[in-house]
């Protein structure tokens, strides 16, 4: 698997003074996509809704609104 593509504005581009350490989205060569945020899995399990879980490999990660706005024109629709 690999990253094929950034999905959304750079960090730089969003305003990150580093434009290193910032939330991030890339699509993967599966069609997946890989999330760079702030790991919150415990503080936020507990608020998940009845029928959401998560497997205990998986992380509930936090990504600014921003990020997941400005990614939304380069998300295919299908």
Request: proline fraction near 8%.
């Amino acid at each position: 698997m690999k990253i094929v593509r950034r999905v959304g504005a750079s960090p730089r581009e969003r305003g990150s003074s580093t434009g290193q350490t910032c939330p991030d989205i890339f699509e993967l060569s599966d069609g997946s996509f890989a999330v760079i945020g702030t790991e919150a899995t415990a503080a936020l399990d507990g608020e998940l809704p009845p029928d959401a879980a998560r497997a205990p490999y998986e992380r509930i990660v936090i990504i600014s609104r921003e990020t997941l706005v400005r990614a939304k024109a380069d998300i295919p629709d299908a």
